[in-house]
């Protein structure tokens, strides 16, 4: 009975922690910037990708994360940013705090840039 429950258990947690990894999808707001919005999506190759909308709008986008992969060892995404505003990329790790906030560290040589974001219903 007891190596039922325990394998029951196992195949539970394996079943959460895949939905984990797509807890990063959808439409985020940084808490400090009201008008910066970032919709985050899964690519056909698996790969995570975000969008930047402005002025609440999805109309008017672009592509400013890309290849966001998830990091089983560190429980984040890594990947790429480039900002709208600037012409340069940058490395980003994302980790997702709860179901509803994440942190975004943008880094370039030895600075670093951290953002916090919040879920929008």
Avoid: C
């Avoid at 195949?11 to 439409?27: A, R, W």
């Avoid at 940058?90 to 040589?109: P, Q, W």
């Amino acid at each position: 009975m007891k190596k039922l429950l325990f394998s029951a258990l196992i195949l539970l947690s394996s079943f959460t922690f895949k939905s984990d990894e797509n807890d990063i999808v959808g439409l985020w707001h940084a808490k400090d910037e009201n008008n910066r919005k970032i919709e985050i999506y899964q690519d056909t190759e698996g790969l995570f990708q975000g969008k930047s909308v402005t002025n609440f709008s999805k109309e008017k986008s672009s592509r400013v994360l890309k290849d966001l992969k998830y990091d089983s060892k560190s429980n984040s995404y890594k990947g790429k940013m480039s900002p709208p505003d600037m012409d340069m990329t940058l490395d980003v790790t994302i980790t997702v705090i709860n179901k509803d906030e994440l942190k975004l560290e943008a880094e370039k040589f030895l600075i670093t840039k951290t953002m916090h974001f919040n879920r929008t219903k």
